[in-house]
């Protein structure tokens, strides 16, 4: 089955500088990658997506970039601001999110103000 | 658009007593609908596949005596926790798939912490 890694496990930003975090998969067939933020005790929102077929995508201070060969994908966040401090998972699925999500291990994201 | 509830958000119940979890999908049809468990600073950890109309699909090592899933509608899915016991306090998620074509995104419920004593 599906594994996806998540790097790093925590990561503290600057408020206004950016942050990486990278994801790994092991299924050549995934071909549906969304990246999911999650607030303490609450529900994991969608924040951005992507498919196999581009290899990159953005909205606003977020962007998400997909490298199949390497079967890679990573999420960048610029100009942090401090509600961006929050575990951010991604996830991989085949058939276009048709069918379950493999979810990373997440990252826990500090922006210090 | 594409909100999903969950009922209760929060309940607390004896060792051995059964608890239901209801998810429901407001204002879309979701012919599948997922089921995670999370432990405090984990991950999501899929433990069922619902599909409306038909058996549920579990993953490797969740017991489905223990965890029950009913998928009797397209709006609404039930986890049943029988014979709970305190290793099965947990936070429970569920999220649930729009069923029209194109739409690749599951939207989460807003979950529920199950404690059992």
């Known amino acids: 089955g599906e594994n996806v890694e998540q790097h790093p496990s925590t990561l503290s930003v600057q408020e206004g500088d950016s942050a990486v975090i990278k994801c790994t998969y092991s299924?050549?067939?995934?071909?549906?990658f969304p990246w999911y933020k999650q607030e303490l005790g609450k529900r994991p929102q969608l924040i951005i997506d992507?498919?196999?077929?581009?290899g990159e995508k953005k909205d606003q201070r977020i962007a998400v970039t997909l490298n199949k060969t390497a079967k890679h994908f990573s999420l960048h966040i610029t100009e942090t601001q401090p509600e961006d401090s929050a575990v951010y998972f991604c996830a991989a699925s085949i058939n276009f999110g048709n069918e379950k999500l493999t979810f990373g291990t997440g990252t826990r994201l500090t922006i210090i103000p | 658009g594409a909100v999903v509830s969950q009922h209760p958000s929060r309940v607390i119940c004896k060792s051995g007593t059964s608890v239901k979890i209801e998810c429901r999908s407001l204002?879309?049809?979701?012919?599948?609908m997922f089921w995670y468990r999370q432990f405090p600073k984990k991950s999501l950890m899929l433990m069922a596949t619902?599909?409306?109309?038909?058996?549920?699909?579990?993953e490797q090592g969740v017991e489905k005596d223990k965890f029950l899933i009913n998928h009797a509608s397209l709006t609404l899915s039930t986890l049943t926790v029988t014979s709970a016991h305190p290793e099965d306090s947990s936070f429970y998620i569920c999220s649930a798939r729009p069923g029209t074509s194109g739409r690749d995104t599951q939207y989460f419920g807003p979950g529920t912490r199950l404690t059992v004593l």
């Open positions: 992507i498919r196999s077929n581009v």
């Open positions: 299924d050549s067939a995934s071909n549906y």
């Open positions: 619902s599909n409306e109309g038909s058996k549920a699909t579990y």
């Open positions: 204002d879309f049809q979701a012919t599948t």
